[in-house]
């Protein structure tokens, strides 16, 4: 398998990619997710319009810091003209890819006209897709979708066809309708029919959650780079697996003490960089606490006290509390079969 793929002269690492999550995959999990190796990060996604009466929060959301590249700046919109001017915005933050969000299936944004909205309009998307391509010059832009609206109008490759024609660089594919939002599974079909449909780099999108399933997606789909959305939560090493597994070479998950180190690593990194006062970080910090703690004896209970966290220092108990837990639940065991 080659290593690399290029996406308008961006070159990228043939491993996994982190997929926009707004309210999520902010800087600092972007970070955290490059330290363990994604190939490419984007932002959250910021409105086309937003961007154009100066929202206080563009400067936030569009600024590429080194750790984070290679990093595509994510746009949503529904009017050509808003996007080809929010672009030309954007170019001042110097992204390496501008993206177009066509896969949203939350109202706000559909009512709107903008995310999966356009899976029903593909003249309006294409549209859309030529006039950021035009305003970003050399910069490549590529489009996010979904297979779909619903179930009976299935429609990614006429889609994709369309954005290659106006100029996309790449397009990602998320194998689910819009209106399964994220329930069900994704359909790998589609992808792999975009895949035998464009000669743009296909991107595919949905339930990859270990190298097992990153794999399946390379294997059943023929796709170019793997997206790994949700699979990432609370867990960066995911792509630290990936690669091991694309290599060939033996992967040691991290221990309990080495996921709670990085998990303070990461609450500090957001308490650190945000200009909120440490308990508002913290706020947000608390969901990202909880996941690191998923999938272990007694996590149930410490998610609870995870979203009650009210400082960085609160955490640090917290986690040395968490790998006393385990760690004595381990030397139960022991004695148990000893
Ligand atoms: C909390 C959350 C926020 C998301 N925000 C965005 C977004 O801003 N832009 C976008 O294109 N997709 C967004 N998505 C969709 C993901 O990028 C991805 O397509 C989806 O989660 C499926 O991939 P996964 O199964 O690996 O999670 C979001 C998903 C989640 C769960």
């Given at each position: 398998m080659n290593n690399n793929i290029t996406i308008g002269g961006v070159v990228l690492k043939k491993t996994a990619a982190l997929a926009p999550m707004a309210g999520?995959?902010?800087?600092?999990?972007r970070l955290m997710c490059r330290k363990y190796g994604a190939a490419y990060t984007v932002s959250?996604?910021?409105?086309?319009k937003g961007i154009c009466y100066s929202d206080k929060k563009t400067a936030e959301l569009c600024t590429v810091t080194e750790g984070e590249r290679p990093m595509g700046v994510q746009l949503f919109g529904s009017e050509p003209d808003f996007m080809a001017e929010a672009v030309k915005i954007v170019l001042d933050y110097d992204p390496d890819i501008i993206d177009i969000n066509m896969g949203c299936p939350v109202p706000k944004v559909v009512n709107t006209g903008a995310g999966s909205s356009l899976m029903r309009d593909v003249p309006?998307?294409?549209e859309i897709t030529e006039?950021?391509?035009k305003a970003?010059?050399?910069?490549?832009?590529?489009?996010?979708?979904?297979s779909g609206w619903t179930a009976d109008s299935v429609n990614a490759v006429e889609m994709a066809r369309a954005l290659e024609s106006s100029g996309a660089a790449a397009v990602v594919v998320h194998g689910r309708t819009r209106?399964?939002?994220?329930?069900?599974?994704?359909?790998?079909?589609?992808i792999r029919a975009v895949k035998n449909a464009v000669n743009i780099p296909v991107i595919?999108?949905?339930d990859v959650t270990d190298s097992e399933s990153c794999l399946k997606m390379y294997r059943e789909t023929g796709c170019d780079l793997v997206m790994v959305g949700r699979g990432s939560y609370g867990n960066p090493f995911i792509f630290e697996e990936i690669e091991a597994a694309l290599a060939g070479r033996e992967y040691t998950p991290p221990s309990v003490e080495e996921r709670m180190r990085v998990m303070l690593e990461h609450i500090r990194m957001m308490t650190d960089s945000s200009a909120k006062p440490e308990e508002l970080a913290i706020h947000e910090a608390r969901k990202h606490a909880a996941w690191y703690m998923n999938g272990y004896y007694g996590s149930a209970k410490f998610r609870g006290r995870c979203y009650q966290l009210s400082s960085y220092s609160e955490a640090e108990e917290l986690a040395e509390e968490f790998i006393e837990l385990q760690n004595s639940?381990?030397?139960?065991?022991?004695?148990?079969?000893s």
């Amino acid at each position: 398998m080659n290593n690399n793929i290029t996406i308008g002269g961006v070159v990228l690492k043939k491993t996994a990619a982190l997929a926009p999550m707004a309210g999520v995959a902010d800087r600092s999990y972007r970070l955290m997710c490059r330290k363990y190796g994604a190939a490419y990060t984007v932002s959250e996604m910021v409105s086309a319009k937003g961007i154009c009466y100066s929202d206080k929060k563009t400067a936030e959301l569009c600024t590429v810091t080194e750790g984070e590249r290679p990093m595509g700046v994510q746009l949503f919109g529904s009017e050509p003209d808003f996007m080809a001017e929010a672009v030309k915005i954007v170019l001042d933050y110097d992204p390496d890819i501008i993206d177009i969000n066509m896969g949203c299936p939350v109202p706000k944004v559909v009512n709107t006209g903008a995310g999966s909205s356009l899976m029903r309009d593909v003249p309006l998307a294409a549209e859309i897709t030529e006039a950021a391509v035009k305003a970003a010059g050399n910069v490549p832009v590529t489009v996010k979708i979904r297979s779909g609206w619903t179930a009976d109008s299935v429609n990614a490759v006429e889609m994709a066809r369309a954005l290659e024609s106006s100029g996309a660089a790449a397009v990602v594919v998320h194998g689910r309708t819009r209106d399964q939002f994220y329930s069900g599974s994704a359909d790998l079909g589609v992808i792999r029919a975009v895949k035998n449909a464009v000669n743009i780099p296909v991107i595919g999108n949905g339930d990859v959650t270990d190298s097992e399933s990153c794999l399946k997606m390379y294997r059943e789909t023929g796709c170019d780079l793997v997206m790994v959305g949700r699979g990432s939560y609370g867990n960066p090493f995911i792509f630290e697996e990936i690669e091991a597994a694309l290599a060939g070479r033996e992967y040691t998950p991290p221990s309990v003490e080495e996921r709670m180190r990085v998990m303070l690593e990461h609450i500090r990194m957001m308490t650190d960089s945000s200009a909120k006062p440490e308990e508002l970080a913290i706020h947000e910090a608390r969901k990202h606490a909880a996941w690191y703690m998923n999938g272990y004896y007694g996590s149930a209970k410490f998610r609870g006290r995870c979203y009650q966290l009210s400082s960085y220092s609160e955490a640090e108990e917290l986690a040395e509390e968490f790998i006393e837990l385990q760690n004595s639940r381990m030397h139960k065991k022991i004695g148990e079969t000893s």
